[in-house]
């Protein structure tokens, strides 16, 4: 019996025009929360590089971590002996 339940499912036709289109209306709306979403996790960012430009001790550490990058960099970028990079 379940064997054709089962093949009476897979043979029903489904009404696509039953589900929601995308109207403009939508669309704008959806594309307003977009909007919203980002201007709320930018201001959350913004929030929090001025605490941390606030924090006198994690500035000096990330200075310290800029430099050691800063001259990593310089040294795979400086020209080798041979003249190549």
Known sequence: MAKNKLAGLMSAK???G???TSS??????SEARERRCRAEDALRTLTRAK???R???LM????SVANE???QLQSISKPTSSGRR
């Open 24 to 29: 403009p209306a939508n669309r704008a709306e």
């Open 60 to 63: 000096r550490d990330v200075k």
């Open 18 to 20: 039953s589900y929601p």
């Open 69 to 71: 990058q800063m001259k």
């Open 55 to 57: 924090d006198r001790g």
């Open 51 to 53: 605490e941390i430009e």
């Open 14 to 16: 489904t009404d696509m």
